[in-house]
């Protein structure tokens, strides 16, 4: 699977990708990184890939022209209504909120596009015309997208084929059964300070630790996560 970034600070990727399960996936060549400078595809000397919003405002926005030019140079074929195993991600804190059915969804996908939003925001041209879609990472406001395209490399990699050590890593998880966290989980010591780690779980009763599970996680989504609905 090939990932897309589009940046005005692609050195921002030199670190994310060179560690861990990430690392590990590029160089087995399971998943390839492409990170592109939103520069590249400006036309002028100075390099300009953002200008002032109409109607006043402060702040600055991405300009739609070298967005559009680099996803259509890098995809010469692509149709938004016609994404044939692809998809073009416009990360805004404006969009749908990414959730693990949408990882899921484009870990079936060829390849991914990735446009990092920047300043006040971009042209809305690029959501309405361009991007199949605009995801946000969570309900909150980011400097940039970077951070963003980011985590959804990591999201939707470790749901591929051979980048997990553990394939039931991806099964065994928060989210693996939609609108349910994980169960706690425990490591020795058994004791520490004086909190034992529930009986159940050193008992070896395969059944009742199954079934314990079952109930903590539903007890702790509803704790720490009563918005859900498993």
């Not at 404006?94 to 446009?115: H, M, P």
Request: aromatic share 8%; charged share 30%; hydrophobic share 40%.
């Amino acid at each position: 699977m090939t990932f897309h970034i589009l940046t005005i600070f692609p050195e921002f990727f030199r670190g994310p990708f060179e560690h861990g399960v990430i690392g590990r996936a590029v160089e087995a060549g399971l998943i390839r990184i492409s990170v592109h400078d939103l520069r590249d595809w400006t036309c002028d000397r100075h390099r300009t890939v953002d200008d002032r919003p109409f109607g006043g405002g402060e702040g600055m926005l991405l300009k739609c022209e070298p967005i559009f030019l680099a996803v259509e140079q890098t995809w010469p074929e692509w149709k938004r209504d016609e994404p044939g195993g692809r998809a073009v991600v416009l990360l805004s804190a404006q969009g749908r909120k990414l959730d693990q059915a949408t990882a899921r969804r484009w870990s079936g996908l060829n390849e991914v596009f990735l446009i990092c939003g920047r300043y006040e925001g971009v042209d809305e041209r690029v959501a309405e015309h361009l991007a199949s879609e605009e995801i946000s990472v969570g309900d909150f406001v980011l400097s940039g997208g970077e951070l963003g395209a980011a985590m959804i490399v990591d999201v939707v990699a470790r749901l591929l084929p051979g980048v997990l050590g553990n394939e039931d890593s991806a099964v065994q998880e928060s989210f693996s059964e939609e609108g349910l966290l994980d169960c706690p989980q425990y490591t020795r010591p058994a004791e520490f300070r004086g909190w034992r780690v529930p009986e159940v779980l050193v008992g070896g009763n395969h059944a009742e630790i199954r079934k314990w599970r079952r109930e903590a996680a539903l007890a702790k989504t509803a704790r720490n996560r009563p918005d859900l609905k498993p």
